[in-house]
């Protein structure tokens, strides 16, 4: 079984996000583990995702959908539909 936080650190390295979107990303990935919406999803795009809404909610919009996609290796329509689950499910609170 693949560990979520590593695919979310793996990502994140690739992309070279700042460590502040990374421990965004992290903290996203355990709500979405702890709320059980990982199951059966993969987790390289659950890490795209959370990525993705780090970077949307911390300022750093200039990185895409497509481009977590892209260097994920899944569909940027793969991350807009986990985008609307998370969305309604865990990531509730915005950040301060």
Not at 3 to 12: E, T, Y
Not at 85 to 91: F, G, T, V, W
């Amino acid at each position: 079984m693949i560990d979520p936080v590593k695919c979310v650190l793996k990502l994140a390295n690739k992309t070279g996000v700042s460590e502040k979107i990374k421990r965004a990303g992290i903290a996203y990935m355990k709500q979405v583990m702890d709320s059980n919406a990982s199951a059966g999803r993969d987790p390289m795009g659950l890490a795209a995702t959370v990525l993705y809404i780090a970077c949307q909610n911390y300022g750093d919009r200039s990185r895409s959908q497509k481009y977590f996609a892209d260097a994920a290796g899944i569909s940027d329509v793969t991350i807009r539909n986990r985008y609307q689950e998370l969305r309604r499910k865990i990531l509730v609170y915005q950040h301060k």
